[in-house]
């Protein structure tokens, strides 16, 4: 939501917006841009599909086309019912750019209408749409519970419906006029075949480099606190704590505010984050990574999904960050981890080195990076010549 936000102010004033939104939790995020929203259908997991990838034996999602095949990519009336969603939806709104971020089925629509396309993420959440197939991004995962070929046949038979040409590869579902990707190379899975240069991550980052903060800054969004043993850890650590904690309960934010916890309830400004902080908690989420990866602050990961693991393992192998598997005995293993990361002087260092080195990168903040990127093309469609 704050990369669409982020793309909205870019795009500027002569734009109305339109946002049709799986989940309306976040909605908020877009306030500035005064949109008319309305609910969009989501691309769930299919319960078989999820049990397959749940518990003992499961099978590790290996590639972004077996991601696909667990949301329905397998079922031709699936894709059917959500592409034809889209094309209703963007006809009646008079739609004359789009903007998706995780919605290829939009950009097949929008595809099949002649409306333009930008399409945004960070880079494990947009494959390139040049290749054959989607390579394996968890190269440990063999087993595959999709064939990839099939799925594309699916696709395939509602372009057709739609008058699209065939997809050349299932990968071409997230082609588009322009394509933004927002993270630091080092994170991009899809390096090696990328053929655009890839933009900073678009949240705000500190205007200083972290120094002498003492706090542990932990910033949970979902569900991490309702797994077994998290809010115990963070209970018992006898560390100066300040959190931002969007789905804990009451209950939670009174037992951790009793322990002696700050426990925000708003957003906290990153300069202030890294003034403060001397070590970041949270799920490894991409954006919270780069805030600490530019503000040099170690960081302690305890990933929720294998997007997040995927980040945060590419921060551990840079020596910045340490991931916790929330498996068995996560309440000894998260607390031991966030005390052994707050004193370690060797990962203070290599965060702040890392974070001089991206920011030497930057010749301009995001935002007008984000801006030089999309305006020529919103130049295009305002004219007509788009």
Same mark, same amino acid.
């Given at each position: 939501?704050?990369?669409?936000?982020?793309?909205?102010?870019?795009?500027?004033?002569?734009?109305? +917006?339109?946002?049709?939104?799986?989940?309306?939790?976040?909605?908020?995020?877009?306030?500035?841009?005064?949109?008319?929203?309305?609910?969009?259908?989501? *691309?769930?997991? =299919?319960?078989? !599909?999820?049990?397959?990838?749940?518990?003992?034996?499961?099978?590790?999602?290996?590639?972004?086309?077996?991601?696909?095949?667990? %949301?329905? +990519?397998?079922?031709? &009336?699936?894709?059917?019912?959500?592409?034809?969603?889209?094309?209703?939806?963007?006809?009646?709104?008079?739609?004359?750019?789009? =903007?998706?971020?995780?919605?290829?089925?939009?950009?097949? $629509?929008?595809?099949?209408? #002649?409306?333009?396309?930008?399409?945004?993420?960070?880079?494990?959440?947009?494959?390139?749409? !040049?290749?054959?197939? +989607?390579?394996? @991004? !968890?190269?440990?995962?063999?087993?595959?519970?999709h064939d990839e070929a099939r799925l594309?046949?699916?696709?395939?038979?509602?372009?057709?419906?739609?008058?699209?040409? /065939?997809?050349?590869?299932?990968?071409?579902?997230?082609?588009?006029?322009?394509?933004?990707?927002?993270?630091?190379?080092?994170?991009?899975?899809?390096?090696?075949?990328?053929?655009?240069?890839?933009?900073?991550?678009?949240?705000?980052?500190?205007? =200083?480099?972290?120094?002498?903060?003492?706090?542990?800054?932990?910033?949970?969004?979902?569900?991490?606190?309702?797994?077994?043993?998290?809010?115990?850890?963070?209970?018992?650590?006898?560390? /100066?704590?300040?959190?931002?904690?969007?789905?804990?309960?009451?209950?939670?934010?009174?037992?951790?505010?009793?322990?002696?916890?700050? @426990?925000?309830?708003?957003?906290?400004?990153?300069?202030?984050?890294?003034?403060?902080?001397?070590?970041?908690?949270?799920?490894?989420?991409?954006?919270?990574?780069?805030?600490? %990866?530019?503000?040099?602050?170690?960081? @302690?990961?305890? /990933?929720?999904?294998?997007?997040?693991?995927?980040?945060?393992?590419?921060?551990?192998?840079?020596?910045?960050?340490?991931?916790?598997?929330?498996?068995?005995?996560? &309440?000894?293993?998260?607390?031991?981890? @966030?005390?052994?990361?707050? #004193?370690?002087?060797?990962?203070?260092?290599?965060?702040?080195?890392?974070?001089?080195?991206?920011? $030497?990168?930057?010749? $301009?903040?995001?935002?007008?990076?984000?801006?030089?990127?999309?305006?020529?093309?919103?130049?295009?469609? *305002?004219?007509?010549s788009r």
């Amino acid at each position: 939501m704050v990369r669409l936000a982020r793309l909205g102010q870019a795009l500027g004033p002569r734009f109305g +917006f339109d946002a049709a939104v799986v989940s309306r939790a976040y909605e908020g995020e877009l306030r500035a841009l005064d949109p008319w929203v309305c609910s969009a259908p989501g *691309l769930h997991y =299919v319960p078989e !599909h999820l049990a397959r990838r749940q518990g003992p034996g499961r099978v590790l999602t290996a590639t972004w086309g077996e991601y696909l095949g667990d %949301l329905g +990519f397998d079922r031709v &009336e699936r894709i059917r019912d959500v592409v034809g969603w889209w094309r209703r939806t963007l006809l009646e709104r008079g739609t004359a750019l789009l =903007v998706a971020d995780y919605a290829p089925l939009a950009q097949l $629509a929008a595809r099949s209408l #002649g409306i333009a396309c930008v399409v945004t993420s960070q880079g494990y959440g947009l494959p390139p749409a !040049h290749l054959p197939t +989607f390579p394996a @991004v !968890h190269p440990e995962a063999s087993a595959r519970l999709h064939d990839e070929a099939r799925l594309l046949d699916n696709v395939n038979q509602v372009a057709r419906d739609i008058g699209l040409p /065939p997809l050349a590869g299932l990968p071409e579902v997230h082609r588009a006029d322009l394509s933004l990707v927002h993270t630091f190379g080092f994170l991009d899975p899809y390096r090696s075949w990328r053929h655009e240069r890839c933009l900073p991550p678009v949240n705000d980052y500190s205007s =200083v480099l972290a120094s002498d903060g003492d706090e542990v800054f932990v910033y949970f969004s979902t569900e991490e606190l309702d797994r077994p043993g998290v809010l115990e850890a963070l209970e018992r650590l006898r560390l /100066p704590r300040r959190g931002v904690l969007l789905r804990a309960t009451p209950e939670m934010r009174a037992r951790l505010a009793a322990s002696g916890m700050v @426990v925000e309830t708003a957003p906290v400004p990153v300069d202030l984050i890294a003034r403060r902080s001397r070590l970041l908690l949270h799920a490894g989420q991409h954006g919270m990574l780069s805030v600490g %990866l530019l503000a040099g602050l170690p960081q @302690v990961a305890l /990933p929720q999904n294998l997007e997040q693991l995927f980040h945060a393992q590419r921060a551990e192998a840079a020596g910045v960050a340490r991931v916790v598997i929330a498996k068995e005995d996560v &309440e000894q293993r998260l607390a031991d981890a @966030v005390s052994a990361m707050y #004193g370690d002087a060797s990962a203070r260092e290599s965060a702040g080195r890392m974070a001089a080195s991206l920011r $030497a990168d930057l010749d $301009a903040t995001p935002r007008e990076l984000l801006a030089r990127a999309v305006l020529p093309l919103a130049e295009q469609v *305002l004219s007509g010549s788009r």
